[in-house]
């Protein structure tokens, strides 16, 4: 079956801007969490949704969000970009909220901010 | 809070075996997570222990102790395209929150 997909694989964006990264679970799994990837700060948790609701919550500021559709696919949006936000963002989806404990991740959209 | 901790780096040989190491300091532990990742790829579910004990999945075991705060990915016969990050995760309270430690960098030499 189809792995976790994720689009775009590649974006550049300007300080200011706002920006929505999407991701596709496999068939059948109704988890999906986020991750942001640096070389500094390793993996972070972004936050969970599970069956469109969000489920746990990393510490990022209010300018990241979130959604699920009822397909399970979701959103991830990063409003008034700063340089440091650029990273690696990857999704993992799972068939049921158990975060890490086996998740399948994406390829991860890379974001640079200029 | 949580935190985690890895070596940073390990080197070994092909067909050596290698443990990578994972402490961990966290409120509502339910189990730890091993996951491999290449350079520029997704990371890949290795192993999850929920209890404690040894699971084992073909060349790599993984062992966690609870009352140590402890667990550890062990890396038999190791090949050229072992070479890759290693992730320790832990997951927090039941639920879908997850923390990750910062990788160890595992280089295999012929």
């Known amino acids: 079956k189809a792995g976790v997909t994720q689009t775009p694989r590649y974006l550049i964006k300007t300080r200011g801007q706002q920006v929505t990264l999407s991701c596709s679970p496999i068939?059948?799994?109704?988890?999906v969490s986020w991750y942001q990837q640096t070389p500094g700060q390793g993996l972070q948790f972004l936050f969970e949704?599970?069956?469109?609701?969000?489920?746990n919550k990393g510490n990022f500021p209010g300018r990241f969000s979130g959604r699920q559709f009822s397909n399970s696919r979701s959103e991830m949006n990063v409003s008034t970009l700063e340089l440091g936000d650029s990273a690696l963002y990857l999704c993992?989806?799972?068939?049921?909220?158990?975060?890490?404990?086996?998740?399948?991740f994406g390829q991860g959209t890379r974001l640079t901010v200029v | 809070g949580q935190s985690l901790e890895q070596p940073s780096e390990v080197t070994a040989v092909e067909g050596a075996i290698v443990q990578i190491n994972c402490t961990y300091q966290?409120?509502?532990?339910?189990?730890l997570s091993w996951y491999q990742q290449h350079d520029g790829g997704a990371p890949t579910f290795l192993s999850y222990?929920?209890?404690?004990g040894l699971e084992e999945t073909g060349r790599f075991s993984s062992f966690l102790s609870r009352s140590d705060s402890y667990g550890y990915l062990l890396l038999q016969e190791l090949q050229m395209k072992d070479s890759a990050s290693y992730f320790c995760?832990?997951?927090?309270?039941?639920?879908?929150?997850?923390?990750f430690g910062d990788g160890t960098t595992l280089t295999v030499k012929p």
């Open positions: 993992a989806s799972s068939r049921i909220s158990t975060g890490a404990a086996e998740a399948f």
């Open positions: 995760a832990v997951r927090i309270g039941g639920a879908g929150k997850s923390t």
């Open positions: 222990n929920g209890l404690d």
């Open positions: 068939s059948g799994h109704r988890s």
């Open positions: 949704y599970f069956s469109e609701t969000q489920r």
């Open positions: 966290t409120s509502g532990f339910y189990g």
